[in-house]
Every structure is written in C-alpha cells, then in structure tokens.
C-alpha cells in the first residue's frame, strides 16, 4: 500500500483545504491511502518546516511500499489519474527546478543566490562528503522539496544514513535562514550516495513571480505543458482565492487568467 502525506501548521488557509481535499480525491482514484496531519507536533526543535521530513523519522510511515510528501500549495490537473506511485524511484524522488540556476544567477534575491549556493555546498561537501549536483558552468542545481517520494527501503534506512538535523543546522549557521531548512536539508543528504532518482518536473510545475525583487510588477513563470500532472501556486495572493478561481488558475495558462493579482 501507498500513502499520500499533507500536513499543515497554525490556522488553516482556504487553498490548503482545497489542496487537502483534491489529494484525497486523487488518492481514491490511484488506490493509494491519505493522511492528514492538523497542527503535528514536531519531532525536531528546528520548527514545523522539518514535519516535510516526517516519514523519514516517523516509524508509523515504514510499513508503506512508497510515501508521497506534498506541500500544501501543490494541486493535481483537472482529471488526473497518472499513477505517481509507479514511476522510477531508487529511494527518493524530487523534480529539478529548471531555471533556477539562471535565475539565481542574476542575484534577484538577496539572499537565495548562485553565491551563497556555491558556500553551502562547499560547507556540505567538506563536512558531510554531499556530493551536491551541479551543471556544466558549476553552478547548484535547485531538486524543489514540494513534492517528494520515498521508498520503504530509503525511509527504514534514513536514520542511519541521514545527517542528524542539529548537525546540519550548525553546520549552515552563517548562511540564510533558507539554506537550513526542508529543501536543502534532503538536497544535502540525497545526494550523499546512489540513492537519488530526478522525478519529471510535470510532477511539479511551479507558477510564481520572477524577475527583480523591487520590480514592481513582474510576470508569472508558467512552463506548464499538455503533460502537467501536479501544479506548484506559489504566487501571493493565495489565500485570498476562491476555490472556483484556484480550479482556473490550476488549469489554465496565466495569459488566459480572468484576473490578474497586482
């Protein structure tokens, strides 16, 4: 049996009631249970974020074939029934984020950037022996933590194979706040043996505002295809939105959106 894994922290926004009720339908259709966690306690003193992590420490989750970790800003396309549960997946799968590297690159950020990427995984390397991806220019390749599936195998063994998350977050302490968190904690350890599998990124096509962080109004990233399965809506706003509009926006190009937030 597979299992489907949402959870969500303080109170509750509309998009993320939507989020929970569409896995639930989609789970139904693939013949895969869901679980729900409302407020969970979290195993780590590093905050909520690291509840991404559970099934990993979590014991209860060991006894599924696979777990599919989604965040709660990720939505299934209209219609979906492509099975996640049956692609290729040594012990754990994540999608790529494409343009990243170009984008941090430009420094829109002042604090996600290619530089500070470079220093973690220097920091990564020399401590923990990561071996963290990079491309042809040796740039960091971005894996998006969205949307994440484990293997039995991988979850009964991450204890003994993952760095203790104290050690990590020291281990970071110079750098942003960002690069201690979910994201880069399992990009850090995925890739510290032959274990890691890229999922396609129609699994998690993401839509948010790119460009300069003090533009004042900057486009949507939107690379969604006819193949899209998973939509990952992380342009602000959302809370604010009907389910009516979420149902658009999650299967519709921007361009054609009715209305378009400032």
Known sequence: MNLIYQFWSGGQPRYADVSRRWFQEYAEKIGAEYLFLDNPK???????????????????FHKYDRVLYLDMDIFPVEGCIENIFE???????????????????????????ADNDK???RKLESRFQSNIPVDKEGYVRTFNSGVVLYTQEFMQSAQERFI???????ACITLPKFYSLDQNYLNANAFREDYFSPLDVEWNRQL??????AQKFRPIYDKRTESTKFVHYQVRGRDQLT????????????????????
């Open 208 to 213: 948010y505002r790119y460009g300069p962080s």
């Open 87 to 113: 692609v290729e997946c040594k012990g754990i799968a994540m999608a790529e984020e494409p343009d990243q590297v170009n984008q941090r690159k430009k420094k829109w950020s002042n604090t996600i950037h």
């Open 42 to 60: 979290s195993f780590s003193t590093y905050g909520e974020y690291f509840n991404a992590c559970r099934p990993l420490f979590d014991k209860s």
């Open 164 to 170: 203790k998350i104290e050690r990590y977050v020291d």
């Open 119 to 121: 220093l973690w995984k």
């Open 243 to 262: 389910e009516q509009i979420l149902q658009e926006r999650i299967n519709t190009p921007a361009k054609q959106w009715s209305i378009i937030d400032a």
